[in-house]
Nanobody, 119 residues
Framework: QVQLVESGGGYVQPGESLRLSCATS????????MGWYRQAPGKQRELVAR???????NYADSVKGRFTISRDNAKNTVYLQMNGLKPEDTADYYC?????????????WGQGTQVTVSS
């Protein structure tokens, strides 16, 4: 069973920073692209940032220049460094592992961690 274990959410004021972590197994980490999605109340889940197993990254326009996704291959962990947080960043954040192989798509999700940005 694939497990994605997230940590690092919390309550911060606008302009502050948080770092989210997501740990998984070496097997998953080595061959899956890892990403962070978020879902605010009443909204659809959206991609925040994604990093492939070779290190290529992409970001939602709304977080470019403020958020950085990275991966530590020794710890099988992906991070989302969030700087300059805004109230509109408030959401549940979910770690994702994604792979397409042999025309089949594999998607795994973490349990979610809450981020609240408010003054």
């Amino acid at each position: 069973q694939v497990q994605l274990v997230e940590s690092g959410g919390g309550y911060v004021q606008p302009g502050e920073s948080l770092r989210l972590s997501c740990a998984t197994s070496r097997t998953i980490f080595s061959i899956y692209a890892m990403g962070w999605y978020r879902q605010a109340p009443g909204k659809q889940r959206e991609l925040v940032a994604r990093i492939t197993n070779t290190g290529s990254t992409n970001y939602a326009d709304s977080v470019k220049g403020r958020f950085t996704i990275s991966r530590d291959n020794a710890k099988n962990t992906v991070y989302l460094q969030m700087n300059g947080l805004k109230p509109e960043d408030t959401a549940d954040y979910y770690c994702n592992a994604h792979r397409v192989a042999m025309a089949r798509e594999y998607n795994y999700w973490g349990q979610g961690t809450q981020v609240t940005v408010s003054s």
